[in-house]
């Protein structure tokens, strides 16, 4: 991973779908994943690993980054490891995380696969879920889990049923800006808004979610529906006037700087050393994007 977060949007599809996937492929999404668990029925999930090594260098032929979001129970999430470390596969989702002990064992099992298969030490990196009350309990110390973790999310739904709410934006409010502290601390991104991925039908209403979740910090999001794709991209993205602006401000503030000044006037607002790196940031976004601003 840059130094920035790079995927925006991270669209799942049902790896046994073969019109999905080369839908899925034809949109802007930043990475592809391949979902073993809930979209896939029981009596078929050893059909969905069988396919993984294929569809996963079919993807990344495309020029897409691959996320295989494996399955909870232990017995089901063996079989999905051994059948996901490769060459092709950038990172596994991990559901219903109840603790940093949980994450360590994956990551290890996770050794032992690079080793053997020639990969890299540290290839496979790792996007958490935290779905209950024991997840939200020890969410600080599972963002902090291990090396190879690099997002984190609260899954909506299964956390609703945990802790017997209703999926609404005042419910999952608190849990998703705990969510962004624990992953700040941590120094990986964190991934989601306030809300529901399967509210993918008002695609008004879905653009401010995600526009909301940026704003709190969010750095990208989970998209079921190739619609939700560039709505994200564009949220978790700077525009290219940002882009401007946060130049002309870090540009006003150095001038200011070589005279000696801590401070400066930008806008008819006040700028100073944190202001500078928020900018700062929105640049290091945009070069990340390829958008360079006017």
């Keep these: 991973?840059?130094?920035?977060?790079?995927?925006?949007?991270?669209?799942f599809v049902p790896i046994i779908n073969d019109r999905f996937i080369q839908s899925a492929l034809k949109q802007p999404t930043d990475a592809i994943q391949l979902d073993l668990e809930d979209s896939i029925a029981l009596d078929q999930k050893e059909q969905a690993r069988e396919r993984v090594t294929s569809v996963a260098k079919l993807c990344h032929d495309q020029g897409k980054d691959v996320i295989v979001r494996v399955n909870r129970p232990w017995r089901q999430l063996l079989?999905?490891?051994?059948?996901?470390?490769?060459?092709?596969?950038?990172?596994?989702?991990?559901?219903?995380?109840?603790?940093?002990?949980?994450?360590?064992?994956?990551?290890?099992?996770?050794?032992?696969?690079?080793?053997?298969?020639?990969?890299?030490?540290?290839?496979?990196?790792?996007?958490?879920?935290?779905?209950?009350?024991?997840?939200?309990h020890?969410?600080?110390?599972?963002?902090?889990?291990?090396?190879?973790?690099?997002?984190?999310?609260?899954?909506?739904?299964?956390?609703?049923?945990?802790?017997?709410?209703?999926?609404?934006?005042?419910?999952?409010?608190?849990?998703?800006?705990?969510?962004?502290?624990?992953?700040?601390?941590?120094?990986?991104?964190?991934?989601?808004?306030?809300?529901?991925?399967?509210?993918?039908?008002?695609?008004?209403?879905?653009?401010?979610?995600?526009?909301?979740?940026?704003?709190?910090?969010?750095?990208?999001?989970?998209c079921i529906h190739p619609a939700q794709v560039a709505i994200a991209n564009a949220a978790f993205a700077p525009s290219s006037e940002a882009v401007t602006r946060a130049r002309r401000l870090i540009a006003a503030f150095k001038e200011e700087e070589a005279k000696g000044r801590s401070a400066c006037t930008f806008e008819g607002r006040m700028v100073d050393a944190p202001v500078v790196k928020q900018a700062q940031r929105i640049v290091e976004k945009g070069e990340a994007f390829g958008i360079a601003g006017l």
């Design 79 to 136: 079989r999905d490891i051994e059948a996901s470390i490769g060459p092709h596969v950038q990172a596994l989702t991990l559901p219903k995380v109840p603790n940093p002990a949980f994450v360590q064992s994956v990551a290890e099992i996770i050794d032992e696969l690079e080793i053997e298969r020639g990969i890299p030490l540290g290839t496979t990196r790792l996007i958490v879920m935290v779905e209950d009350a024991e997840g939200l």
């Design 138 to 222: 020890n969410m600080h110390d599972i963002a902090a889990a291990h090396p190879r973790i690099c997002g984190l999310i609260v899954g909506a739904e299964d956390l609703a049923v945990s802790l017997q709410m209703a999926v609404t934006a005042d419910t999952l409010y608190v849990p998703n800006v705990m969510a962004v502290a624990a992953c700040r601390r941590a120094g990986i991104a964190p991934i989601g808004f306030v809300g529901s991925v399967a509210d993918f039908a008002d695609r008004e209403a879905f653009q401010k979610t995600v526009e909301r979740g940026a704003a709190l910090g969010f750095e990208g999001a989970f």
């Design 1 to 11: 991973m840059s130094k920035v977060f790079t995927w925006r949007s991270m669209l």
